[in-house]
């Protein structure tokens, strides 16, 4: 009967108390959904190597990049002009984490070389660029990308989409690869004449154009669902295989990816002297509503598209909300999202821009950053409203390879 030499023995041993030590370690500690939101906030290539730390780590990354794991916001993208460096239009990135380098690129140099390129829209991981080409007169490509994994896929415009200054993006990566660009063509650039125009209306949308990745050409539907005008920054949400936007007549414009159904939905009763419609936002598996009246700050959830039913879910008055050290922002702040997964508003507010969160639960107003010594933000005037707040565009890290199936 042969016994297994020393030296074999103390292998074995050594094994069983690296194994040891490997259970009894902190990140072993970790449940699937703190590790799921640590990871979403590493960069790409760096997610990929994790892979190689544990079957545990490859399994839940895998787990992530099928897109059935709800991700955090990680930063913002925004426009604004730097003096100091170039007196054109640029792009930024700001992180939510006190990390100093943006998690992504915002110059999105892996876009295709183009005169000038705005950001229109993002949903979910994805981005809906305008690249103006260099050509005599002007044209334009559509881009849809994801920063994460830099794969992107260029949509063809359509030809009034240099005359349009609304298009956005439709995706649900828990359905599909694949996604939906729609483009709100107004009546003057549709080529009514100013005879035939409604002077009630200034900017009325006369047709949609979706298009379909799936199906790689677009549509094109008379819009019949009630007058109404658009905004170029008015705030978009895609939300169950719906497009919603704000208008400027106190309620929500609703479609779906078809065209073939309209909802035009009363937002919650404002008063008189409110500026003008707030912003609409996914959180949590619900439609959000945020809108200010001038001493409060409400957050509404809706119940019913048919009837238009909003429940008030959270309001604090604007004393409570920036007490003395941020009482300059009371009339000078705007709502730029919701968290998807958590009762977080964030705002911007202040001539510094200053961004900052606000915890519906505990009621805290947490400062981030100011983004205003970064560049200067460019507030958009709205007919009857006055000035807003630049687009923020929130970003979810999308770790899928697959963009529209690759088409």
Known sequence: MSSS???????????KKK???????PVSKLTDDILADIISRVPYKSTCCCKCVSTRWRD????????????????FFYEGYNE???????????????????LVDPSLSFLPNCESLDILDS???????????????????????????????AVPATDWSSMVSVARLGFDPAVSSHFHVFEFIDEESWGISEDELDGDCCGRIETLAIYSSKAGAWKYQTVEHGRFSIPKNSVSTFFNGILHLANLFECIVAVDVEGANWWLIDVPELPYYAD???????????????????SKLSIWVLEDYVTGKWTLKH??????????????????????????????????????????SYDMDSRKLCFIRQLGSECKLEWQWWPECGKKAPPFYPHVPLFSESLADEH
């Open 123 to 153: 949903c979910n991981g994805l981005l809906l660029c305008r690249c103006w080409k260099v050509t005599d007169p002007k044209t334009l490509d559509y881009v849809v990308c994801n920063p994460t994994t830099q794969k992107l896929v």
């Open 60 to 75: 839940l990354i895998s787990y992530q990049c099928r897109n059935k794991m709800p991700q955090s916001i990680v930063g």
């Open 315 to 356: 309001n604090v008055s604007h004393l409570q909300l920036f007490r003395t050290k941020y009482s300059s922002y009371v009339n000078n702040y705007e709502v730029i999202s919701i968290h998807p997964e958590h009762s977080l508003v964030f705002i911007v507010g202040g001539v510094e821009k200053t961004l900052m």
């Open 19 to 25: 194994k040891k030590r490997l259970k009894g370690s």
């Open 5 to 15: 030499s020393p030296r074999t023995a103390m292998a074995r041993d050594s094994k």
């Open 84 to 102: 100091f460096r170039s007196p054109k239009k640029a792009r930024y990135f700001t992180n939510l984490s006190r990390q100093r380098y943006p």
């Open 276 to 294: 003008c419609i707030g912003g609409i936002f996914p959180s949590q598996g619900r439609l959000y509503f945020a809108d200010s009246d001038g």
